[in-house]
């Protein structure tokens, strides 16, 4: 018995079955197992332009292996576009929204399996959530990566190259033609940013926690390659709902820990300690932000894909992609390779043959760029739950940094003193009030940090908020501090000109105030009125959790 049948089978489903035939399907497509596509597809996001072409290559998979495919939407926000404004509070929130909605589609229509079609950055962990609470066979193939720009002179460029010439602007140090020159240049194709910013970072780890069929995390989105990958994984699909394999049955407290440890690995973007820990979440498994560290101390990171680098999702596809990285972590035991995954196979069988075709991009396990993974954990009285700190695109001398504090109640402060020159070598930006409650909806800090960069400031300066950052972030960038300042958290007790002491290696962030003093400030802190008061925001802002919990909806 098929679980369609509730919806087509029998005398009780007559009425059903004739809404299915006013859609034009025949009384032969109903006999077969119903598949929902769900795509991403829109018009505003360069990484989901081509999705309509993606979603049309897996109906032809499905079909071609004896199913039914029926396509339904999810929304999906462009970061970038988003970017710098009160867009960007409607980021993080689609992530919710696009597992509530997928939930209840599936529900309402009992699908048989579903292939679900994301790209961008809330896109992915919202269907990943979506899979893991419908828990009905499910396969992820994802619109693929953008390619690297070009510069008149040869040189590469990418989306983070381009905000950081806004701040070179502002520096003097680049013209308006030379900031048009990266405009022109610095998203040349349909696909997610190049670089392994979030979007990447999350269509990767698909493949890493068993999701999705190898390439899916780094074949480019304009690659003939990537319609193929489609078409397996319509075709796929049909053999994990006759196996009856569910995400559940995939993404277990093991295939959690593989993920957490290609993250590491492959120098992932800071979002994804919100997103893994959610996603967990829905399949019942907590992951904590202490595990993120007890990870990162044994996995030697392995690439430095921008905005650490300079080399690209292109290029990580070239060398072999994540099975490539996998197979060197293998090396050294640092995988559970018995996880079953969509392929029907371990992730042993999956990687039988994978090979590293080029060890500068990709270092051998023996030869990593750093002993340990590419985030870290820092905790201290600035941040007692926790906060996060891509540490492998972090300069040397940035490592250990003790400066006074520069303090913003809001992004847009301090945007304005950053281009008004007022931020010195040595400073320690803080910038509160912007969390999953705060905020709401716990913006992403990329204005600011590229700002910084673009200054040349990015060794001398570092920058702390209760938001979070783009995967494009580079620089010491420490976010996710929990708990938030509109929790009642000690980063917003902080006050101008107060010493704070980062050690990165030491996974320690501390506030150098006495404690009879902090006590002092709490005793007269009072927590500023909601920015937003009504709509979708404000009932967000009552139901969220905090930052270190994934920022989950309680």
Request: hydrophobic fraction near 40%; charged fraction near 20%; include cysteine.
């Amino acid at each position: 018995m098929m679980r369609s049948d509730v919806v087509k089978s029998g005398i009780p489903a007559a009425p059903n079955r004739s809404l299915l035939y006013a859609l034009g399907y025949t009384r032969e497509e109903l006999e077969r197992p119903l598949i929902g596509v769900v795509c991403s597809y829109n018009e505003i996001v360069p990484g989901h332009m081509n999705l309509d072409k993606i979603a049309e290559a897996v109906k032809a998979g499905v079909r071609a292996a004896g199913g039914t495919p029926v396509e339904f939407p999810a929304i999906a926000v462009c970061d970038g576009i988003a970017m710098g404004h009160v867009g960007m509070k409607y980021s993080l929130v689609t992530r919710d929204l696009i597992a509530d909605s997928t939930e209840a589609m599936a529900m309402a229509h009992q699908f048989d399996g579903l292939v679900m079609i994301p790209n961008c950055d809330k896109n992915v962990p919202g269907l990943l959530m979506a899979a893991a609470r419908v828990n009905v066979p499910a396969i992820f193939v994802s619109g693929g990566p953008m390619l690297a720009g070009h510069l008149n002179d040869g040189r590469r460029t990418c989306l983070s190259h381009m905000f950081e010439a806004v701040g070179g602007y502002y520096a003097g140090k680049l013209d308006e033609a030379g900031v048009e020159e990266y405009e022109n240049n610095a998203c040349p194709t349909c696909g997610s940013c190049s670089g392994m910013y979030t979007a990447n970072s999350m269509n990767c780890l698909t493949e890493a926690i068993g999701m999705a069929l190898g390439g899916n995390g780094t074949i480019p989105a304009v690659y003939s390659a990537r319609l193929r990958l489609a078409k397996h994984a319509g075709m796929k699909i049909m053999e994990l709902v006759e196996k009856n394999i569910r995400p559940r049955d995939i993404m277990t407290a093991a295939a959690f820990h593989n993920a957490e440890t290609v993250d590491m690995a492959l120098g992932c973007s800071t979002n994804t300690m919100l997103h893994l820990p959610a996603i967990a979440h829905e399949c019942g498994i907590e992951l904590s932000f202490d595990m993120a560290n007890e990870i990162s101390e044994k996995t030697p990171n392995l690439c430095h894909l921008a905005p650490a680098g300079d080399t690209y999702m292109e290029d990580l596809d070239r060398s072999g992609g994540v099975y490539a990285v996998m197979a060197e972590l293998c090396k050294a035991n640092l995988l559970d390779t018995s996880c079953l995954t969509c392929t029907g196979k371990t992730v042993a069988e999956n990687l039988a043959g994978a090979v590293n075709r080029d060890e500068t991009l990709i270092r051998p396990i023996e030869n990593p760029y750093s002993k340990t993974g590419g985030i870290a954990v820092l905790k201290g009285n600035l941040a007692p739950d926790g906060c996060v700190v891509k540490q492998s695109a972090v300069a040397a001398e940035m490592m250990v940094h003790e400066g006074p504090a520069r303090v913003f109640n809001s992004e847009e402060e301090a945007i304005e003193a950053i281009y008004a020159g007022k931020i010195r070598a040595g400073d320690v930006v803080v910038i509160r009030y912007e969390g999953p409650r705060g905020g709401p909806g716990m913006r992403e800090m990329l204005n600011p940090t590229s700002a910084i960069a673009g200054m040349g400031l990015d060794r001398d300066v570092a920058l702390i908020t209760d938001g979070r950052f783009s995967g494009a972030t580079r620089g010491a960038s420490i976010g996710h501090v929990s708990p938030e300042a509109a929790s009642g958290g000690p980063i917003g007790l902080v006050e101008e000109g107060d010493l704070i002491a980062i050690d990165i290696p030491a996974h320690t962030i501390a506030l150098k105030v006495s404690d009879e003093e902090l006590s002092r400030r709490k005793a007269a802190w009072v927590c500023p009125e909601p920015r937003i008061k009504t709509g979708y925001l404000a009932r967000y802002a009552r139901l969220v959790s905090s930052a270190d919990r994934g920022a989950v909806l309680d």
